[in-house]
């Protein structure tokens, strides 16, 4: 069998399928999640649209699991594409699982595939707006660099990422925030490969996860950002997978360490003041 380049996709979901199948063509997708049916359901899927498809279980708040998955990753062929959307929201899990998927599985992804990339590959990492809002922008600089630069096997050990303390709802935009901060600085690490590595912002998009947080606790709150944002609608699994392909594209090839915040306008909205964070 011919070799071919390798697109690594982790987390099936709404967003990681979508981005799957438009990435997918030409290549063999290794496709990764948690949830092991799932993962058969989405690969079944692809294949059923012409992909080559490897599938692979992943817990990626577990080194050896990561190593194991970028392992597998470079013995299929040169790995071109890493994307990471694995994540956990507040009505799904609590502050402790969050920080162990959300933050420390990023920090594991951008380690472990930051030794296999291949020269002239490019990663994403899906963050959210919520790392855009008020409360982990405040973060105080000696913080932000611990963040940044703790190695990730310590990460969870940092004195201010007490879960008990956090909850979920503070758990959930520190992790984003910090998967910003992990980003930037594993661009250069990326970049001695060759390689470059950004984040995705989005805002609400209708995936199962979105949905069941618009039903949850703070959906009339979400209701009220989309309503206040400029363009006045949800995102869609399409839309991020579209600011993907871009960010691992050639046309993005002077971009790295970057966000790029796909969010229809809210934070806009919030930082205009049409919209409060309390609304």
């Known amino acids: 069998m011919r070799s071919t380049s390798v697109i690594v996709v982790i987390g099936v979901g709404g967003m990681g399928k979508a981005i799957a199948r438009r990435q997918g063509a030409g290549g063999t997708l290794l496709l990764a999640d948690f949830d092991e049916r799932?993962?058969?359901?989405?690969?079944?899927?692809?294949?059923?649209?012409?992909?080559?498809?490897?599938?692979?279980?992943?817990?990626?708040?577990?080194?050896?699991s990561v190593a194991a998955l970028a392992d597998t990753a470079a013995k299929l062929g040169p790995v071109i594409q890493v994307v990471h959307t694995a994540g956990l929201s507040p009505v799904q899990a609590p502050g402790k699982?969050?920080?162990?998927?959300?933050?420390?599985?990023?920090?594991?992804?951008?380690?472990?595939?930051?030794?296999?990339?291949?020269?002239?590959?490019?990663?994403?990492?899906?963050?959210s707006m919520a790392g855009h809002m008020p409360g982990p922008a405040t973060l105080s600089p000696e913080r932000e660099q611990?963040?940044?630069?703790?190695?990730?096997?310590?990460?969870?050990?940092?004195?201010?990422?007490?879960?008990?303390?956090?909850?979920?709802?503070?758990?959930?935009?520190?992790?984003?925030?910090?998967?910003?901060?992990?980003?930037?600085?594993?661009?250069?690490?990326w970049g001695e490969?060759?390689?470059?590595?950004?984040s995705i912002s989005p805002g609400v998009i209708s995936t199962p996860m979105g949905r069941q947080e618009l039903a949850g606790e703070s959906g009339r709150h979400m209701k009220a950002m989309v309503e206040a944002s400029g363009t006045g609608r949800l995102g869609t699994p399409d839309d991020i997978a579209a600011a993907a392909a871009f960010l691992l594209g050639p046309d993005a090839s002077f971009v790295t360490g970057n966000d790029l915040l796909v969010d229809g306008g809210v934070v806009a909205a919030l930082r205009s003041g049409r919209l409060t964070a309390g609304a």
């Open 97 to 127: 699982a969050i920080l162990a998927v959300d933050l420390l599985g990023t920090a594991l992804v951008l380690e472990e595939f930051g030794r296999v990339i291949a020269p002239g590959g490019a990663g994403v990492v899906i963050a």
């Open 146 to 189: 611990a963040l940044a630069h703790t190695p990730a096997d310590d990460l969870l050990a940092l004195p201010f990422l007490d879960p008990e303390e956090l909850g979920a709802r503070g758990a959930y935009p520190l992790s984003k925030y910090a998967n910003r901060l992990r980003v930037q600085a594993a661009s250069t690490r």
């Open 193 to 198: 490969r060759g390689a470059r590595v950004n």
């Open 38 to 64: 799932l993962l058969g359901i989405v690969a079944e899927e692809l294949r059923g649209q012409g992909h080559t498809v490897v599938t692979e279980a992943v817990d990626v708040s577990e080194r050896a």
